[in-house]
């Protein structure tokens, strides 16, 4: 079982558009990542957030951790075909990380 | 080369046999950590070590799972008697902390494994 819930599981764009993708949990973490994982290799890391309501920015990417640290949003502008791929969240407390489902994106050309 | 590899990348068993999967983790890294992969899931954790201690294995699904690490570098991740509940893809993670909430991990490709 998953103790990340991801939202949504899929999702399918065209170029351009803006996108924001969902991490909740009824559990506090200490820090949050956001990795991004393509077919045939292991997840590569994006982002970490720390700090309730902390924002980061990372080109077109904007990562944001609740004030609660239970939840965490990834807003993508101006979405590109090279953007699609499986987007995991993973949250961690002491050495403990558990990962969400992840949001599937596919931005169409 | 620089980051984590797995090996085979690819494993196909027949039901009831063993198998042994590799991890060679980046050089210097401390901690290492196994996930399984099931199709259209994200990684679940199976076991964690920091050098050659075994910390956490309340992730591993049943006793036919063993992971070891000896001498805190490689580490293999052994499964006897495969079942087909056990096809996914395993992933193995290593990072440079020791301990904390922060744990950065750097992943390798995985090793699909099919039990037939």
């Known amino acids: 079982t998953q103790l990340l819930e991801q939202s949504p599981q899929f999702l399918s764009i065209q170029e351009g558009e803006n996108l924001t993708v969902y991490c909740n949990s009824s559990?506090?973490?200490?820090?949050l990542q956001w990795y991004r994982q393509e077919p045939g290799e292991g997840p590569v890391l994006l982002v970490t957030v720390v700090t309730g309501g902390e924002v980061k920015k990372l080109k077109r990417l904007t990562f944001q951790f609740g004030d609660a640290r239970k939840d965490s949003s990834l807003h993508i502008t101006a979405a590109q075909p090279g953007d699609t791929g499986l987007y995991l969240c993973a949250g961690a407390s002491n050495n403990d990380m558990r990962f969400g489902a992840g949001t599937r994106l596919t931005v169409k050309p | 080369g620089a980051g984590v590899s797995q090996s085979p990348r690819y494993k196909v068993a027949k039901r009831g046999q063993d198998v042994a999967l590799r991890c060679d983790p980046i050089s210097g890294h401390v901690s290492l950590f196994w996930y399984q992969q099931a199709l259209g899931q994200g990684p679940e954790f199976l076991t964690y070590f920091q050098n050659e201690a075994q910390l956490d294995k309340s992730g591993l699904p049943s006793d036919r799972f063993f992971a070891e690490r000896p001498e805190g570098s490689v580490s293999t991740l052994k499964i006897q008697r495969t079942q087909q509940e056990d096809s996914a893809v395993y992933l193995c993670?290593?990072?440079?902390?020791?301990?904390?909430?922060?744990?950065?991990?750097?992943f390798g490709p995985g090793t699909r494994l099919t039990v037939l």
């Open positions: 559990s506090v973490f200490s820090s």
């Open positions: 993670a290593s990072s440079p902390q020791t301990s904390g909430s922060y744990n950065e991990q750097f």
